[in-house]
């Protein structure tokens, strides 16, 4: 489709794009005087204001290990430099901008490696383009990151797999990949607290293939990154709290009914606001659910096909997910993805290779299951289908313009 020597043009025209269209999106679509910045604004402002990493209780902040600390450090870290006003906003979502332009790259060189030039193109005009990519590189949350990180990990991964063995060039570049994928699945942990499930994950697949030398280092570069955060909260709990102190609220958010929030918000309010608050939040919160579950096996086997359904079709508790817009660009991308998985399947090789990928879906479907269903989730793990998605429709084209040469 395109000449070799003309490739990385492409490329380098195709991210620039994508730059210019998400710094364009700032200024035309966000409210730069007042922004919805969640959690993270929270406690960024409050390390801003010298109450250290705290977070709202109930009337007053307390020290928190509500949620991982990179994004609200990233975001305390531009308030000092440009300020808490619309030039740093700004900084904020150029630095999502770029994020999100180095990602389309990082796609194209991924979905050729795993399949061919024809279906990486389409994979990284996808990114430019799509509304919903571009949506969320100008929101303020952590979505982008991850989906930077994560196709990181899975490029990298596929190079240590499948770079090759036997001569030492080779196993010393496969080395250097097992370093580099090490570091960000352990930069993952400043941002997704389930990531250690993810990691452990990428652990024992080495351990599987009995690469336990990878497996070792993986863990060991996870918990050396995150130690410094994990020493903070044991130095301010006293509790080994190794990422967030928030499981078991998470856990609650997703497996209860009216009446048991009734009883959580009772149950709450008699918390003391003092260091423990959210220690024992999340424990009261946890006991809740589990007492639900229990009770109401019937409903949570409902609920748990809601959340498959709103995770991977239509979002069925939020009608903002329900947008034409959101729903022309997601069904298809849906459609040429099982599409493409039909073809893989057929293939063994590639099936093989596409495992890691098919698995990560299993696992961020069941953690769905486990916890709840936001939208962002959908978008989160839709940057590692699109490679697939996009080969369903290059096979598609191909198979159409076969049938029309034969006629």
């Known amino acids: 489709m395109i000449a070799r020597s003309s490739e990385n043009i492409f ?38 204001n010298g109450e250290g990493f705290t977070f709202l209780a109930l009337t007053h902040n307390v020290p928190s290990a509500f949620m991982p600390p990179g994004l609200p450090f990233i975001y305390y870290f531009i308030f000092s430099i440009f300020g808490d006003n619309s030039a740093g ?31 990486a193109v389409f994979t990284i005009i996808y990114i430019t383009f799509s509304p919903i990519l571009i949506y969320s590189s100008i929101s303020f949350n ?11 990990v899975f490029l990298l ?34 941002f997704r607290a389930e ?26 570069f996870s918990v050396l990154i995150i130690s410094p955060w994990t020493i903070r909260n044991f130095n301010t709990f006293g509790k080994f709290i190794p990422v967030t102190s928030s499981f078991g609220y998470n856990f609650y958010f997703g497996h209860g009914d009216d009446a048991s929030t009734l009883v ?29 579950i229990t009770s109401h096996p019937i409903a949570e086997v409902r609920e748990s096909v809601k959340k498959v359904y709103s995770l991977w079709i239509i979002d069925a508790y939020r009608d ?15 459609l040429f993805f099982l599409t493409g998985t039909y073809f893989i399947f ?28 936001i939208p962002r989730y959908q978008i989160q793990m839709s940057i590692i289908m699109l490679p697939i998605a996009m080969y369903g429709l290059t096979e598609l084209i191909s198979k159409y313009k076969s049938k029309t040469i034969r006629k």
Do not use: C, H
């Open 11 to 48: 490329v380098l025209t195709t991210a620039l794009a994508a730059l210019i269209i998400r710094i364009s999106a700032i200024f035309l679509f966000v409210d730069l005087n007042n922004p919805q910045m969640w959690e993270f604004g929270m406690i960024a402002r409050n390390l801003l």
């Open 89 to 119: 906003y700004v900084v904020i979502l150029f630095i999502n901008a770029v994020l999100s332009a180095i990602t389309a790259v990082i796609s194209y060189y991924y979905a050729k490696r795993l399949f061919n030039k024809s279906t």
């Open 142 to 152: 952590s979505i982008i990151i991850y989906q930077f990180l994560l196709l990181l």
């Open 157 to 190: 991964l596929d190079k240590i797999i499948y770079t090759g063995s036997g001569s030492k060039i080779i196993k010393n570049d496969v080395f250097k990949y097992v370093i580099y994928i090490s570091f960000v699945l352990g930069l993952f942990l400043y």
């Open 195 to 220: 990531s250690v499930f993810f990691i452990l994950a990428i652990s024992a697949l080495f351990m599987f293939k009995k690469k336990f030398s990878y497996a070792f280092l993986v863990v060991l």
């Open 264 to 292: 959580y918000k009772e149950k709450l309010a008699m918390i003391n606001e003092d260091v423990n608050f959210e220690i024992n939040q999340s424990q009261m919160a946890l006991d809740l659910a589990v007492k639900y």
């Open 320 to 334: 903002s997910a329900k947008e034409p817009v959101y729903l022309f660009v997601w069904i298809p991308t849906l």
């Open 346 to 373: 057929r293939q063994k090789s590639k099936l093989k290779q596409l495992s890691p990928v098919y698995f990560y879906l299993i696992f961020s479907t069941l953690l769905t299951v486990v916890f709840f269903n």
